[in-house]
Nanobody, 125 residues
Framework: QVQLAESGGGLVQAGGSLRLSCASS???????MGWFRQAPGKERMFVAA????????YYADSVKGRFTLSRDNAKNTLYLQMNSLKVEDTAVYYC???????????????????WGQGTQVTVSS
């Protein structure tokens, strides 16, 4: 089972930026990767996803144009650059991984079989 470790969360004012990282314990060029978030009292929601080679990325409408997912397969690390943060972006952010066919990405949490412990992002007004 792969181990995923998120980092980079914190407290930021609205309009600010943060970059989250997710380090994988295995060579992950064959993994589709995703970011999800869970706000207090709410279900875990999809944020962004990447196909295994990074050639395809997909975003939730709520973050499109503000968040950018990238991956460094040489470092086995996934990133989420978050700009123009809003109070409603406050949540625990999780990265997820699953072995996947070439060119495939997933937007549902049940599609992934490995999860990190999460990192808290708090956006103040």
């Amino acid at each position: 089972q792969v181990q995923l470790a998120e980092s980079g969360g914190g407290l930021v004012q609205a309009g600010g930026s943060l970059r989250l990282s997710c380090a994988s314990s295995r060579t992950f060029f064959m993994d589709a990767m995703g970011w999800f978030r869970q706000a207090p009292g709410k279900e875990r929601m999809f944020v962004a996803a990447s196909s295994r080679n990074g050639g395809i990325t997909y975003y939730a409408d709520s973050v499109k144009g503000r968040f950018t997912l990238s991956r460094d397969n040489a470092k086995n690390t996934l990133y989420l650059q978050m700009n123009s943060l809003k109070v409603e972006d406050t949540a625990v952010y999780y990265c997820a991984a699953v072995r996947a066919p070439y060119g495939t990405y997933y937007t549902t949490d049940r599609s992934y079989d490995s999860w990190g412990q999460g990192t808290q992002v708090t956006v103040s007004s």
